[in-house]
C-alpha cells in the first residue's frame, strides 16, 4: 500500500491532501490547506508551510508525495511568489525523506476530468467521485487532493512499464 501526500502550492494558501492506494483502490485519509499570515515577511510565511507540512508529515507518514508544477503567471512577482513557495515544499518534503513527483496542472486535470483545461469545479466533483469519503469543500485542498490521484495513476503505469520491461 502506498500512503500518498499531494500539494497545491500558494504562498497564501496551499492545498494539502493524502490517499492510500492499494493495486487499483484509492482511499480518502485527510485534507486541509496552511494558511500563512499575509502582513507577515516572506521567510516567516515560508517557515509556516513548512512546519505545517512537518506536522502533516510526522502525523499522516505518507510514502511519497506529488506537488503541482510552477506555471507561469502574466504577473511576474506572483509567479516568484509561487516559485519560493513551491521551493519551500519541496525542501519540506526532502527533509521528511519522501520522493517527489512534479505534474503539471493540465495533466492532473486530464488525469482527474479527461480534459486539460477543466475547470476548477470540474476537478473538485470528480474527486469527490473517486473519493466518495471526501467531504472537503477547499478547493485547494480539493487540487491536491487530485494531484495525489494523478501521482498514483501514472505510478500504476510505471509499474505496469517496468514489469513488461523485466
Known amino acids: 500500500m502506498a500512503r500518498i501526500l499531494g500539494v497545491d502550492p500558494g504562498l497564501g494558501t496551499t492545498g494539502w ?3 492510500d492506494q492499494q493495486d487499483n483502490c484509492l482511499r480518502y485519509v485527510a485534507s486541509g490547506h496552511i494558511t500563512t499570515a499575509r502582513q507577515g515577511t516572506l521567510s516567516e ?3 509556516t508551510i513548512h512546519q505545517e507540512l512537518e506536522r502533516i508529515t510526522a502525523a499522516y507518514k505518507p510514502s511519497q508525495a506529488a506537488v503541482e508544477e510552477t506555471f507561469v503567471n502574466v504577473n511576474a512577482a506572483s509567479t516568484l511568489k509561487l516559485g ?3 521551493g519551500a515544499i519541496l525542501l519540506s518534503l526532502a527533509v521528511a525523506g519522501l520522493p517527489v513527483a512534479e505534474y503539471a496542472a493540465t495533466l492532473v486535470k ?3 476530468v479527461g480534459v486539460g483545461r477543466a475547470e476548477k469545479g470540474q476537478v473538485g466533483m470528480m474527486v469527490k467521485t473517486l473519493l466518495p469519503a471526501c467531504d472537503e469543500r477547499s478547493t485547494d485542498a480539493l487540487d491536491a487532493l487530485a494531484i495525489a490521484i494523478c501521482h498514483a495513476n501514472h505510478a500504476k503505469v510505471r509499474t505496469l512499464v517496468e514489469q513488461a520491461a523485466s
Request: glycine letters at 8%; zero cysteines; proline letters at 0%.
Open 17 to 19: 491532501g493524502i490517499i
Open 45 to 47: 510565511r515560508l517557515y
Open 84 to 86: 519560493n513557495a513551491r
Open 110 to 112: 486530464k488525469s482527474i
